[in-house]
């Protein structure tokens, strides 16, 4: 097991990862089509990129065709494909780049970087996105029913993060849209450390390459899994690597617990190792709202 000084370590090694954006105003709702100077900003991995809606809009602001659009009408697009806006930054660019950006890294090339987005204020895409509102309640709704949902998972109930004081469920949403570590951790520590219990299963959802046709929709390529993961290995009292949970749930993309073979596991834009604890995993680099979400890229 890993100690609680490394766990630190990974925390806030993942807590200081961030991206260069270079954020471009869609043409069609630019007064001068796509002449608008960039929006070039390094961005935290673990953060929702709908927070940077305000500042996008008084940047844009002067060359929207139509002004009457509001901040919260701004949604974003990655080579036509319009991005999930409640997926933190980070894990909408590992299932983007996936293995294309995997080997950029390997060969220390910044091809694929800074991140290019595209804003849009017009044309919001319905059958895809449900609409932001201008208090933001739409998105810290589903931010805490993540929160939930992972509380339920670990816990067997949704006790801890019901039960939280009005002061820490204000200070972990505060904490999670200033982008705050110190504020944010002591909250986050109550819900994964509750009463030092057990835990009964580890949040984890596997993001998978599919075989479906793109026709049928921009995000049909991916297969989202959520598995009933345990911290221990089935009929064991060993903790679970990571690769024991792939080779069991998904055999035929990890036919070892040991090596990755036909695919591999990403967390964060890195490779994970298959010896890494499951458990360790999440109390160190689980994303805000406590699951790990987990990338797989195959191997060419």
């Known amino acids: 097991m890993t100690t609680p000084a490394e766990l630190r370590a990974l925390q806030e090694a993942a807590w200081n990862g961030s991206l260069p954006l270079e954020i471009r105003l869609a043409p069609q709702d630019c007064q001068v089509y796509d002449q608008a100077d960039s929006y070039l900003i390094h961005y935290p991995r673990l953060a929702y990129i709908p927070f940077l809606l305000p500042s996008l809009y008084a940047f844009f602001a002067s060359f929207l065709i139509t002004p009457e659009f509001d901040s919260h009408d701004g949604w974003f697009s990655f080579e036509g494909v319009p991005l999930k806006w409640h997926?933190?930054?980070?894990?909408?660019?590992?299932?983007?780049?996936?293995?294309?950006?995997?080997?950029?890294?390997?060969?220390?090339?910044?091809?694929?970087?800074?991140?290019?987005?595209?804003?849009?204020?017009?044309?919001?895409?319905?059958?895809?996105?449900?609409?932001?509102?201008?208090?933001?309640?739409?998105?810290?709704?589903?931010?805490?029913?993540?929160?939930?949902?992972?509380?339920?998972?670990?816990?067997?109930?949704?006790?801890?993060?019901?039960?939280?004081?009005?002061?820490?469920?204000?200070?972990?949403?505060?904490?999670?849209?200033?982008?705050?570590?110190?504020?944010?951790n002591p909250v986050s520590q109550k819900l994964l450390y509750a009463h030092g219990a057990p835990l009964r299963y580890i949040p984890m959802r596997i993001y998978l390459p599919s075989s479906t046709a793109a026709s049928e929709g921009p995000w049909s390529y991916l297969k989202v899994v959520q598995l009933p993961v345990t911290p221990l290995a089935p009929n064991s009292r060993e903790p679970q690597t990571l690769g024991s949970v792939l080779h069991f749930w998904l055999p035929s993309m990890f036919p070892s617990r040991r090596t990755p073979i036909v695919a591999k596991p990403i967390l964060h834009g890195s490779v994970v190792p298959m010896s890494a604890v499951v458990e360790d995993l999440l109390r160190s680099v689980a994303y805000l709202d406590g699951w790990l979400h987990l990338g797989i890229v195959m191997i060419a």
């Open 87 to 184: 997926y933190p930054l980070g894990l909408l660019y590992d299932l983007f780049s996936g293995a294309s950006g995997l080997q950029a890294q390997a060969e220390g090339a910044q091809s694929l970087l800074p991140w290019r987005l595209t804003l849009h204020f017009s044309g919001w895409p319905a059958g895809q996105l449900i609409p932001l509102d201008a208090e933001g309640k739409v998105l810290h709704d589903a931010f805490i029913n993540s929160v939930k949902e992972a509380d339920f998972l670990r816990n067997g109930s949704a006790k801890e993060i019901m039960t939280l004081s009005k002061n820490d469920s204000t200070q972990l949403w505060k904490s999670v849209e200033a982008y705050d570590f110190e504020k944010y």
